[in-house]
T-cell receptor, first 114, second 113 residues
Framework: EAGVVQSPRYKIIEKKQPVAFWCNPI?????LYWYLQNLGQGPELLIR????????DSQLPKDRFSAERLKGVDSTLKIQPAELGDSAVYLC????????????FGPGTRLTVT | KQEVTQIPAALSVPEGENLVLNCSFT??????LQWFRQDPGKGLTSLLL?????REQTSGRLNASLDKSSGRSTLYIAASQPGDSATYLC????????????FGAGTILRVKS
């Protein structure tokens, strides 16, 4: 069974430029999460989807970040414009959906903003 | 607000040693607790998941315990190997927010051969 797929794995951009990350969850997983991981810290939740609905986006900086999950499968996280402080690893995870289910993580996208 | 703390922040041990990693959390209203492993530049690999009604889980040389009332979990690694070198993260799943995971900062483990 394929795991969570993310692309690109690495991205270097200049500040004020836009950037987008893509995630394909495990087949059949209707819950999808985007996490942000700064160096030396644990991941922090940005947004959670149940199918195509964003049910928890309280930690998403909505002035520059946006996300979508069309058709309840793949998801895209966008930053526009990027700032130096956005340099981090962006992780996508998925689960079957019930509250007690295990989350499976993708390899992440390492973003460097110069 | 749920806070998760991991001690120690870093640990270096000789190969073959048994070791314990600690995790504490402030709010006992959790669905479950997960231990993850993260290798440099990689994503997270789930090691063990303990439901809130369970006391421990075992997988190979790994054993994780959960004491929800005191807000503590330990990850025991038996007969450590150089391949165990990685960052170990614990995370609790919050009841109030569905399956939102709150992570600790991790313990960086180095096993010397």
């Amino acid at each position: 069974e394929a795991g969570v797929v993310q692309s690109p794995r690495y991205k270097i951009i200049e500040k004020k430029q836009p950037v987008a990350f893509w995630c394909n969850p495990i087949s059949g997983h209707n819950t999808l999460y985007w996490y942000l991981q700064n160096l030396g810290q644990g991941p922090e939740l940005l947004i959670r989807y149940e199918n195509e609905e964003a049910v928890d986006d309280s930690q998403l900086p909505k002035d520059r970040f946006s996300a979508e999950r069309l058709k309840g499968v793949d998801s895209t996280l966008k930053i526009q414009p990027a700032e130096l402080g956005d340099s981090a690893v962006y992780l996508c995870a998925s689960s079957l959906g019930a509250a007690s289910n295990e989350q499976y993580f993708g390899p992440g996208t390492r973003l460097t903003v110069t | 607000k749920q806070e998760v703390t991991q001690i120690p922040a870093a640990l270096s041990v000789p190969e073959g040693e048994n070791l314990v990693l600690n995790c504490s959390f402030t709010d006992s209203a959790i669905y479950n607790l997960q231990w993850f492993r993260q290798d440099p530049g990689k994503g997270l690999t789930s090691l063990l998941l303990i439901q809130s009604s369970q006391r421990e889980q075992t997988s190979g040389r790994l054993n994780a315990s959960l004491d929800k009332s005191s807000g503590r979990s330990t990850l025991y690694i038996a007969a450590s190997q150089p391949g165990d070198s990685a960052t170990y993260l614990c995370a609790v799943s919050l009841m109030e927010y569905g399956n939102k995971l709150v992570f600790g900062a991790g313990t960086i483990l180095r096993v010397k051969s």
